[in-house]
Structures are given as C-alpha cells and as structure tokens.
C-alpha cells in the first residue's frame, strides 16, 4: 500500500543543507504495524511526515495505493490525506479553542460528512476510546492520556487506512503510555496500517516490523514475531 523508491528529503535551513533521508526504498504491505526507532535527528519525523503527504520528498517516487503522488499539488495531496491518513502527535496537537468534541469533529468537517452523520461518528468514536464524558470539556481540562485518546479519536473517525503516530507515548507517564500502546494494537488488529515512531524497545517490540534508522538511511528491518 506504501512504496518509497530512492526517497532523499534534503532540508534547506538558510545555507545549511541537511539531507534528513538518503535514497529510502521500502515497502509497507496493508495491515503491517511497523515501528521506527533510531537516534535523535537520524530522521524518523522526517520518514513519517512523507509517508503522511505533510511533506514531498525532494528525490525518489513516492506510491501510495498504486498511485506515484510524487509532484501532486498541495490541495490534492490534502485531499488524500483527509480521506487515507491518521496522524497523531508527542504533544497531541488538539485546538484549545474547540472543545472534544469539535475536535475530532473537525476532522469530518472537511470531507463534507453530513452533521447528523458527524455527530453519530465523534460520539461513537468517543465512546470508543473511553472519552465520551468528556465531550465538552476543552482539551486542557483533560489528563495527557486522554488528550492522546481524544487525538487517536480525531484521527480513526474518517475511516483512514494508514495511522501515523510520532512518537505518541513520549509525554505521557507509564501507565497511560500503555494503554495507548494497547489501543494502537487493537486498532491495528481491526486492520488499520500502523506506522510509529518510538524510543522505547518495549513498545517498537509490540509492532510487527521495526525499522532502524541512522543519519536518514534503514540500517535494520525486522519482522517480529507476533
Ligand atoms: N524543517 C527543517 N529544516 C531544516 N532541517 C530540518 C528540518 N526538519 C528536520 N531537519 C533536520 O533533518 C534531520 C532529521 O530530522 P528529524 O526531525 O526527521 O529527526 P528525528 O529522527 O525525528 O529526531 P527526534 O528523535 O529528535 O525527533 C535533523 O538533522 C534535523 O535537524
Ligand atoms: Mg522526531
């Protein structure tokens, strides 16, 4: 379903350039759960905000479901991605301003979901992921656990085929980082593609496949016995 082939992604900061992937070739079949490790700037957020269309890559082709996106627009790479890809975040990145509910709601708004559908949609997925109490709250008034569960809820609710997670256990204490290592299993038994970045060798050995990297190339691809 994903096809990286010959992916470089070189960053330009001012004069310094920075080649965060050098010529990735890898393929992520429907259903995989794949965790990435590696050290700090090896280029793992690098990897995952190109498999997730947030950034093209500057060299190689990029297929996702038989389609080479390499050189589509922005607005038709947004398209794809509202319909296909999950992301979820370290830091959650859910909207102050909105309370739960309008938060995973927002993520139907776009794709012209019907309200009364949206509404069935957010209040099962919250429901889902044990934070349908919390609906009008704001995202503040919420523990980092459930502020992730409500991030998974945003990203699950239109249907997505791939998640991408960015390191989604790293502000969360133990016992909540658990429960969203849990969740992303569940999810993935239910078939969604998981793709996540990790520190933890506990948790990139709950993934079904890890790929190590280092100054942005895989040295290591394993599959995991389940
Ligand atoms: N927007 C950017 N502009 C310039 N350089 C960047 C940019 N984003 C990333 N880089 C550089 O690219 C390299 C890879 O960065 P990336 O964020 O992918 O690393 P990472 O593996 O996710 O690290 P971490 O574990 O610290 O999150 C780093 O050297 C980083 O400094
Ligand atoms: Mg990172």
Do not use: C
């Given at each position: 379903m994903i096809?990286?082939?010959?992916?470089s992604k070189i960053h330009q900061a001012g004069e310094i350039q920075t080649t965060a992937l050098d010529r990735?070739?890898?393929?992520i079949e429907a259903g995989e759960y794949v965790a990435i490790t590696g050290p700090s700037g090896c280029g793992k957020s690098t990897m995952l905000g190109i498999l997730g269309l947030l950034d093209v890559p500057s060299h190689g082709?990029?297929?996702?479901?038989g389609q080479n996106v390499a050189g589509w627009s922005e607005s038709k790479l947004n398209q794809l991605r509202r319909g296909r890809i999950g992301f979820i975040f370290q830091s959650f990145n859910l909207i102050e301003e909105l309370t739960v509910f309008e938060n995973v709601e927002l993520a139907l708004e776009y794709n012209g979901t019907p309200a009364r559908e949206r509404r069935e949609r957010v209040t099962a997925m919250l429901a889902k992921l044990g934070v349908g109490h919390r609906a009008s709250h704001r995202p503040s008034q919420l523990s980092g656990g459930q502020q992730q569960r409500v991030a998974i809820a945003r990203a699950l609710v239109a249907g997505p085929a791939v998640l991408l997670a960015d390191e989604p256990t790293g502000n969360l204490d133990t016992a909540h980082g658990d429960e969203v290592m849990r969740l992303?299993?569940?999810?993935?038994?239910?078939?969604?593609?998981?793709?996540?970045?990790?520190?933890?060798?506990?948790?990139?050995?709950?993934?079904?496949?890890?790929?190590?990297?280092?100054?942005?190339?895989?040295?290591v691809d394993v599959l995991q016995a389940a």
């Open positions: 096809k990286l082939v010959g992916v990735i070739d890898l393929e082709e990029y297929w996702f479901e992303l299993r569940e999810i993935n038994a239910e078939g969604t593609t998981v793709v996540m970045v990790t520190h933890s060798p506990d948790h990139a050995a709950q993934a079904s496949r890890t790929l190590n990297l280092l100054d942005g190339r895989i040295m």
